[in-house]
């Protein structure tokens, strides 16, 4: 099993800057892909940025350019940088890993995902 355990977030204005962070333990895979997910009030939870299982790095078309994705391997623990945060970026924010291999074309689906930790709140106001 794979623990994970987000923090991080909190309350800002719009413009704004957050950095989120997961811990995991347990057995974790050395391969896995690593992903934020997001889900707002009334929405599907949708994936914001991942690493997949070669390392690359991947973002959702709404977050290029102002997330940045990376991973202390040495902790075990990834992270969010969110600059230029917007209000429409106000969701519950998940980290989640895969038990396996996964490749670029999954590393953002939430089905690929097999562990999730329970959210870290981000609210952006205008």
């Known amino acids: 099993q794979v623990q994970l355990v987000e923090s991080g977030g909190g309350s800002v204005q719009s413009g704004g800057s957050l950095r989120l962070s997961c811990a995991a333990s347990?057995?974790?895979?050395?391969?896995?892909?690593m992903g934020w997910f997001r889900q707002a009030a009334g929405k599907e939870r949708e994936g914001v940025a991942a690493?997949?299982?070669?390392?690359?790095?991947h973002y959702a078309d709404s977050v290029k350019g102002r997330f940045t994705i990376s991973q202390d391997n040495a902790k075990n623990t990834l992270y969010l940088q969110m600059n230029s945060l917007k209000p429409e970026d106000t969701a519950m924010y998940y980290c989640?890993?895969?038990?396996?291999?996964?490749?670029?074309?999954?590393?953002?689906?939430?089905?690929?995902?097999?562990?999730w930790g329970q959210g870290t709140q981000v609210s952006v106001s205008s």
């Open positions: 989640a890993a895969t038990k396996y291999y996964c490749s670029s074309w999954y590393s953002l689906i939430k089905a690929t995902y097999n562990y």
């Open positions: 347990g057995a974790t895979y050395s391969r896995s892909c």
């Open positions: 690493i997949d299982s070669d390392g690359r790095t």
